[in-house]
């Protein structure tokens, strides 16, 4: 256990992280124990205390729809772009358009798309083994689903798993200072709402609240979102394919995480663009992407190869 005056000397470096997640930081601390930095998640928990100040600024139907709007906009941004795209490389865009997909990811509040695609990476390489730090079946739930998010050698980018990506100035700008984008959204919904507030009263809307609902309330929303396929997915549900991980396939989280609930799907054949493999899973992040292909800003959209989509038939008629 570090000494007093060793945690005292680690909080000017804590707060500076806040700011530049990179500071005195390197890719060592990623093979470090899986402890809690207290300090250095404080925004992270302030995140959902401020969640509470809805009690103060009350509501209106504007802010509401607002947050729900953000919740699935957002959602899309994190499975269509920083899974979909950054992670494994599904489709192809340009350089602009990769830049854009990152800064509207960041909204997100999911750090930079560097940190994102590394660490999902080094999921897929070691899907609910020891080394897969939010895997339920070696951790636990709870630590699978939010926990993980808190331990400081979860914080490094592994820049070597994603070389690919890290040639690129802007992305590992971006990456370093993951604070930047979500600080200027939160800012600017704070802004729109005191503008409706003076320009358009009868909606009811305060910069507060819609800081609140817009950016609180719908952040947290979409962050345990997310974690549920970390934490749920591999817990609940159904497995079509023997992936030698839990991975499972479910209607539900399909619905809340736009597509993303076909985890068994995904684990079978990461590298499609779409993971509801049949029509009848509801994929809307895939859809989207169809649109943005029609619209000329992604093409090539890898798809499923009809003898890995079928290849439970196959077992099945063979057993």
Request: glycine share 8%.
């Amino acid at each position: 256990m570090p000494a007093a005056g060793d945690r005292l000397r680690a909080v000017p470096t804590a707060l500076l992280r806040w700011v530049d997640s990179h500071a005195s930081l390197s890719e060592r601390e990623a093979d470090g124990p899986l402890r809690v930095d207290w300090l250095r998640v404080a925004p992270f928990l302030g995140l959902h205390a401020a969640c509470l100040a809805v009690i103060w600024v009350g509501w209106s139907w504007f802010s509401v729809a607002t947050a729900i709007l953000l919740y699935v906009v957002r959602m899309f941004t994190i499975t269509g772009f920083f899974h979909r795209y950054f992670s494994h490389r599904a489709y192809k865009t340009t350089r602009a358009g990769q830049f854009v997909f990152a800064l509207l990811g960041m909204t997100s509040v999911q750090r930079g798309p560097l940190w994102w695609a590394a660490h999902h990476r080094h999921h897929h390489a070691h899907a609910d083994e020891e080394a897969d730090v939010h895997s339920p079946r070696h951790h636990g739930f709870l630590w699978a689903h939010v926990g993980w998010i808190t331990a400081r050698a979860n914080f490094p980018t592994r820049l070597r798993l994603v070389p690919d990506l890290a040639k690129f100035p802007e992305l590992r700008f971006l990456d370093r200072f993951d604070v930047l984008v979500p600080v200027l959204f939160a800012a600017a919904l704070f802004g729109l709402g005191a503008a409706l507030e003076a320009w358009a009263p009868g909606l009811g809307v305060t910069g507060p609240q819609l800081l609140v609902w817009g950016f609180c309330i719908s952040t947290v929303a979409l962050l345990h979102g997310t974690f549920t396929i970390n934490s749920l997915a591999h817990r609940i549900g159904r497995r079509r394919y023997p992936t030698r991980d839990d991975s499972r396939n479910s209607w539900l989280l399909a619905l809340l995480t736009l597509g993303e609930g076909w985890h068994n799907n995904h684990h079978r054949y990461p590298a499609a663009a779409r993971q509801g493999f049949y029509w009848w899973e509801f994929d809307p992040t895939f859809y989207g992407l169809l649109v943005l292909k029609w619209l000329g800003v992604i093409w090539d959209l890898k798809p499923v190869p009809p003898r890995v989509r079928d290849s439970w038939r196959t077992a099945k008629a063979a057993a």
